[in-house]
């Protein structure tokens, strides 16, 4: 059974970095089949994608959070991690991390979620 | 405001059915990119409800159903179970911005 697991603080200051771990279980980050995903849902609004990762390192993130975002993984530990720099009250939301397949035709979508960690940035 | 667009609200009785529409552009929908359907329900993982526009992983019920054409895609949703109330969303990729995109999201209320 496929797990995933977002842990970090729930507060970070502004202008701080925000940091989370996602634990991934039932399947190793490093078999090479799967990207992983980082999501995030502010209060009262939509999904907006942060970026992915292949675990060799390739990384793609979203242009408009390209220049603060960070995105790895720990295979050791079989963990994602996701780090944000500079943040403002405008990165208050859930985040999640996801696995994601690759469906052909440069698609990609997210078959199994974490259950979301509300960050709030506020000083 | 999302790149793709859905109703902000749909609902039915128990036992009807209900669609929920994705509009686009050429730029992700109308470029042949597949849509994928999510739903968030309340205190739990949000759930995979259709990949590549129409398919349905296994164990989503086949009450769910969807379909892709031009600019837009829809979900369609049977047999309305009280269950079923929460948030869904569509996904896209956009060729001109290089992200994947959503929409806003769609509350489902069973009445």
């Known amino acids: 059974q496929v797990q995933l697991q977002e842990s970090g603080p729930g507060l970070v200051k502004p202008s701080q970095t925000l940091s989370l771990t996602c634990s991934v279980s039932?399947?190793?980050?490093?078999?090479?089949?799967?990207?992983w995903s980082w999501i995030r849902q502010p209060p009262g609004k939509g999904l907006e994608w942060i970026g992915y990762?292949?675990?060799?390192?390739?990384?793609y993130y979203n242009p408009s959070l390209k220049s603060r975002v960070t995105i790895s993984v720990d295979t050791s530990k079989n963990q994602l991690s996701l780090k944000l720099s500079s943040v403002t009250a405008a990165d208050t939301a859930v985040y999640y991390c996801?696995?994601?397949?690759?469906?052909?035709?440069?698609?990609?979508?997210?078959?199994?979620w974490g259950q979301g960690t509300l960050v709030t940035v506020s000083s | 405001q999302s790149v793709l667009t859905q109703p902000p609200s749909v609902s039915g009785a128990p036992g009807q059915r209900v669609t929920i529409s994705c509009t686009g552009s050429s730029s992700h929908i109308g470029a042949g990119y597949d849509v994928h359907w999510y739903q968030l329900l309340p205190g739990t993982a949000p759930k995979l409800l259709i990949f590549g526009s129409t398919n349905r992983p296994s164990g989503v019920p086949d009450r769910f159903s969807a379909s892709k054409s031009g600019t837009s895609a829809s979900l369609a949703i049977t047999g309305l179970q009280a269950e079923d109330e929460g948030d869904y969303y569509c996904q896209s990729y956009d060729s001109s911005l290089n992200v994947w995109v959503f929409g806003g999201g769609t509350k489902l209320t069973v009445l």
């Open positions: 996801a696995r994601v397949q690759y469906y052909g035709s440069g698609t990609y979508y997210n078959d199994y």
């Open positions: 039932g399947v190793s980050i490093s078999s090479g089949d799967y990207y």
């Open positions: 990762m292949y675990y060799r390192g390739n990384t």
